[in-house]
């Protein structure tokens, strides 16, 4: 036992230092590995910061060269920019050169003839001179040869130069009538023809009634109201007749007053995005609503003068003439119309050297007439040329309304114009319209036609008229005898029908053969 603790006393130092010499070892071992780690990081970053470094030189170099070839371009620009200034300068310099050499030797050659000037007029004084001395003689001559006193022989020629005179003027005053009655015609169609291309404008056709969208089928019940109270004070406070059909989100507004139509839809429009639709408040809106209209009459009124530069003219007149503005005949604009004729007698009358601007006076207020209403008696034109008259207008521009429809007795030039451009304006294609009662009428008689032949199965017009589709009985009628009708169809419209422009007559043969496969 006590050998046992002798060997233990012994063997635990050296242990002991065993064990501290492997943990030496160890730590330094790991410490050559860190060491060795750290080495390595070193050499990358080394490396990354090398790289970098390379990039920022590279990066550097293009964005040095770039400046360069910016900056090269630049300066090439700049020299080829001052080269182009100088060839310029040196052009403008040689130009001034030769411009001071022409005026130097126009200088020398107006000197030259001022010179040759003085000299022939010298001369011509001297046979001046001679040539009265030579004309005294041979008037004293004459005189001693036909026994006759100054004052006789003045006599004698004057009157054999007025009769010579008056033959010339009436062979001139001849040959002028002449060449006005051979180009009349054609000067009048050129100056028609000028005037209409110069002042074309596009029509659009107007409606005697008025669509107003509804945002949902609720509006509708809300705009008639209880037991219809709504409507009837609309149409009581503004004179137009509402029609609520079963058309969904449509109500039509009809009436023959286009001012009050206009309130009236516009009052529509404005209680429907309101949305508080009573009694009251559509009082309070259409009154509103009126002074707005009328307030645009009034500007439109002024705007129209001034723009066609006719000025001096009565207030009254110039409400009239916004009116226009909602007043239609045959679906013409009765303001464009009056606009566009005033137009056309300005350019007219420029080319025959009239008064321009009473020209277009005459041209705008021709049809003021249409403007007043039922309240006055006559026709539009004799009630124009009484309102004209009543405000002081001109004489021809009353005469002119008065007498643009041959109502009363033509007294001035300017009337004649007014009554060829109006039948221009209105004549002009699309400007005006039928009535839709004859527009059917047409329609229903151009069908009529067509069915009346032998072996027609149907007719129909379409294209506004302008096209008829003729269907025939192929088992009744033959290839020859259908293109003999188109003919014959075609002969038979252009006999019983009156119509703008022509009618397309289609006679179609169709033959059609069905089975059923089973």
């Not at 007795?409 to 209105?426: F, G, N, Q, R």
Request: proline share 2%; hydrophobic share 35%.
């Amino acid at each position: 036992m006590q050998l046992f603790q002798i060997l233990a006393y012994l063997l635990l130092p050296a242990c002991i230092a065993i064990g501290y010499i492997i943990c030496i070892l160890v730590y330094r071992k790991k410490q050559a590995a860190s060491e060795k780690k750290i080495k390595h990081l070193i050499e990358e970053s080394r490396q990354d910061a090398e790289k970098i470094k390379k990039e920022a030189e590279l990066a550097a170099k293009a964005e040095l060269y770039q400046r360069r070839e910016a900056f090269e371009k630049e300066t090439q620009e700049t020299k080829m920019e001052l080269r182009l200034q100088e060839k310029r300068l040196s052009k403008r310099e040689d130009n001034q050169e030769r411009k001071m050499e022409l005026l130097t030797k126009k200088e020398r050659y107006i000197d030259t003839l001022s010179a040759n000037f003085s000299v022939k007029e010298k001369k011509l004084d001297e046979k001046r001179l001679e040539l009265e001395k030579t004309i005294e003689e041979g008037n004293k001559a004459l005189l001693r040869i036909s026994n006759l006193s100054r004052e006789d022989a003045e006599k004698l020629l004057l009157s054999r130069l007025e009769n010579e005179l008056d033959i010339k003027c009436a062979e001139l005053i001849s040959k002028k009538i002449t060449e006005a009655k051979e180009n009349a015609e054609q000067t009048a169609i050129s100056l028609i023809s000028a005037s209409i291309q110069r002042c074309a404008a596009t029509h659009t056709a107007e409606n005697i009634v008025s669509s107003i969208e509804l945002p949902n089928n609720e509006m509708k019940g809300r705009i008639i109201g209880r037991e219809g109270r709504n409507i009837r004070a609309f149409e009581k406070a503004t004179g137009i007749d509402v029609i609520v059909d079963d058309t969904p989100g449509v109500i039509v507004l009809s009436g023959f007053d286009s001012v009050r139509r206009e309130i009236a839809r516009q009052s529509m429009q404005k209680l429907i995005l309101d949305g508080r639709i009573h009694p009251t408040h559509i009082e309070e809106i259409v009154k509103e609503t009126e002074k707005e209209i009328e307030q645009v009459i009034q500007e439109t009124g002024k705007q129209t003068c001034f723009e066609l530069g006719v000025h001096n003219i009565h207030q009254e007149l110039i409400k009239l003439i916004g009116r226009l503005k909602y007043r239609t005949s045959y679906g013409q604009n009765q303001l464009q119309h009056s606009i566009e004729v005033s137009n056309l007698m300005g350019i007219i009358a420029g080319e025959l050297k009239l008064d321009v601007p009473l020209a277009k006076r005459c041209g705008l207020l021709h049809d003021i007439g249409k403007a007043i209403g039922p309240e006055m008696e006559g026709t539009h034109a004799v009630a124009g040329a009484d309102l004209a008259k009543r405000y002081d207008e001109r004489p021809e521009v009353v005469n002119a309304i008065g007498g643009h429809h041959e109502e009363t007795p033509v007294e001035s030039v300017y009337t004649v114009l007014v009554s060829a451009t109006d039948a221009i304006s209105a004549g002009r294609p699309g400007a005006r319209r039928e009535t839709l009662e004859k527009y059917i009428k047409r329609l229903e008689k151009l069908e009529s036609i067509a069915t009346s032949f032998s072996g027609v199965e149907s007719a129909y017009a379409i294209q506004a008229g302008r096209e008829v589709r003729v269907m025939v009985c192929p088992d009744k009628t033959n290839d020859k005898a259908a293109a003999k009708m188109c003919y014959d169809i075609a002969r038979e419209i252009e006999g019983q029908l009156e119509y703008p422009g022509e009618v397309v007559v289609t006679v179609i043969r169709e033959t059609r053969f069905v089975e059923h496969a089973k």
